[in-house]
């Protein structure tokens, strides 16, 4: 259940996140791996800002779609220099 899950919320924040920052998803295993890197980040984040949305399934993505948001967001800044 736990890997299940986590390829779940992944794929959902990672596809938000590409609708968001691109108007458009980045493709299944891009979505899954930009999601489960956003939920890692997106922790790191509201752990640091001593905040946290709630548990459970809607949390996670709610987390996950913070950070991933975060990540595309510093790639584009990358790109462009």
């Given at each position: 259940?736990?890997?299940?899950?986590?390829?779940?919320?992944?794929?959902?924040?990672?596809?938000?996140?590409?609708?968001?920052?691109?108007?458009?998803?980045?493709?299944?295993?891009?979505?899954?791996?930009?999601?489960?890197?956003?939920?890692?980040?997106g922790?790191?984040?509201?752990?640091?800002?001593?905040?946290?949305?709630?548990?459970?399934?809607?949390?996670?993505?709610?987390?996950?779609?913070?950070?991933?948001?975060?990540?595309?967001?510093?790639?584009?800044?990358?790109?462009k220099?």
């Amino acid at each position: 259940m736990g890997l299940f899950y986590f390829l779940v919320v992944g794929l959902i924040a990672g596809w938000l996140a590409g609708q968001v920052m691109k108007g458009g998803g980045y493709g299944v295993i891009i979505d899954i791996v930009l999601g489960i890197l956003g939920g890692i980040t997106g922790g790191w984040i509201f752990d640091t800002l001593g905040i946290w949305p709630g548990g459970g399934f809607i949390g996670a993505i709610i987390v996950a779609f913070v950070g991933a948001v975060v990540l595309v967001g510093i790639t584009r800044l990358i790109k462009k220099a």
